[in-house]
């Protein structure tokens, strides 16, 4: 790693940029200017600086459309939007996929085109805290602001979920490190414990690590809230962790002030998926019988919670909103991106500033070789090589599906397009 | 101008050398996926298609004791196969050890050739605790857009494995016909 000096040579700053990576949404980055354009970004992590920094060789500049032999090709917009209203008119069971890392103006849009043309619209929240949102449902969400665990938060705890690596300032600006009202002596007034099978960066800065067992999470939660009820422990050792160690535990988490559990996709992704977080979000309402606590998922991008209250508020349900019937339905492992593709359902695929080609497992995307697949995203990435129609977003995400909708309904009015149900008001 | 710049050409991983004679052929272990921050700084940055991407996102993490019994070294290839496929990755000594018997990949097109879809009907594939092996080889690490060419054969008219795999590779740039950004954008680099 070179030494790389820091940039003096700027015209302005802008204070106080709102960072758009990663839930934490920190709003004190600065950017410094140079000819109009951003040449360093300051108070940024190295996540939310290089986001900033990007790579230009591998910017999408301009729109492309597959030729015959393949290759994608430069075309104007009018015809690279002609050719992806083209693919979308003609499915019968499209997915629009993604909506994460764009703003909600544009999911507005997407719902639009989703509704009219029944669509299944789902965003990342499907292969990361979906099963969060379905124990949210199951169990219910004790929680609370980063300002209350800034100020008040003496025991944070971290599970399944390696903040250092993927929301590097959390620690620094929201949960450890940082002064609050009632903490005045920051990391000292805190108790950090992290429980996670991997001794991660997050568990090498942390007072107490639980390293248990891999797929023991579901056990090992069950154990905290039997001792919690006043229970007795059978077993010695339960999932791969002594009991006396659970007693220990359950203790300081009873006698914390204000108590915070962050959990991550090490609980979602093991075998017990959904169960897991359940079963966190039950020990938290255990707790809160004998002190403060609550609990905050760790999402990923800035704006995937966005896209799941949006939708929860527009038609009624968070993700993997299914609209071939006219009206949004809802069904777990069945109008979810991932098993859609593992069934082959899907006969038109849209990526919406997402990247399925570099976070779907091969059984899902081998799919995506057999439908055109159009693609909207700021970086040529592992999706633009499955790619059809490549259309270069940005901010101008919303204009773009605007676009798109207004094209498809043109095209599904021609009559030699497939039809698009309608309910006849006189059948009755 | 002077650019700020995020670039590292290989993650900093511990700098042990291994002493095994290499006993074990195949190694079974348990497979982890996730992120970790080189992978997710090099994904943000968009640089995919690059020798970084595949040194950050392409490498196995091995216990060092491991790789004793298998006889490699840091940023030697392995093989490393599940019910579900098989790829060819980097191995390097994790900065997490010890954790004898399992691995990591980090996310990203390495990690999907051999990770579950089975969502067992909760919307989620399962990315973490596969059983996997891990064995050494001379095959070579392929860069993003030769993997992508080489599972999914979208636009190639070959199906053998083989054949794809020793194409010409597609490089580090994107390969389209059209104007590129030097054209496209006003700037003094």
Redesign the interface.
Known sequence: MTYEPPVTDYDYIVENCTCAFCGCNCDDLDYLVKNGHVVAVRHACRLGASKIMEDMDQRLIVPMIRDENGELMEVDWDTALDKAAEYIANSVRPVFYGWSETSTECMKEGVALGEYIGAVLDNQATICHGPSLQAVQNAGYPIQTLGEVQNRADVIAYSGSNAMNSHPRHMARYAVFCRGYFRQRGRFDRTVITMDPKFSDTAKCSDKWIGFEQNGDYGFYNAIRAVLRGKELYQDVISGIPKEDIYELAEEMKNAEFGVLFFGLGLTHTLSKQRNIDIAIKMVQDLNRFSKWGLTPMRGHFNVNGFNIFMAFECGFAFGVDYCRGYPRYMLGETNTIDLLTRKEPDCFMVIAADPGAHFPNGANQHLANIPVIQIDIHWGPSTELADVVLPGSFDDEWIVRELKERVMKLREEPNVAPKYVPNPNAL | ??????Y?EKP?VPDVKITGEGTTDVLKC?L?T????YQ???????????EEYKNASGTCYMDPRDMAKLGVNNWDTVLVKTD??EVVVNCAVS?????EG?V?IC???WA??????D???????????IRCTVEKTDRKVLL??DL??W??????DETDDDTVENMDSLGE?????????EE??D??L
């Not at chain 2, 997710?40 to 690059?50: D, E, F, I, N, Y």
């Not at chain 2, 900065?95 to 954790?99: E, G, S, T």
């Not at chain 2, 969502?119 to 605790?129: A, E, F, H, Q, R």
Request: glycine share 10%.
């Open positions: 101008m002077h650019y700020a710049n995020t590292l900093v348990m982890n996730g992120s970790d921050i997710g700084a090099c994904k943000k940055r968009g640089s995919t298609l690059k579900f496929g900065r997490d050890a010890p954790h399992t990591f996310k990203g097109p999907n050739t051999i990770v579950s879809h969502t067992y009907c909760c919307s989620d594939p399962t990315y973490k605790g993003m857009a992508m060419r599972v999914y054969k979208k636009y190639v740039l994107p390969v389209y016909k059209g104007r590129k950004w496209l954008i700037h003094d």
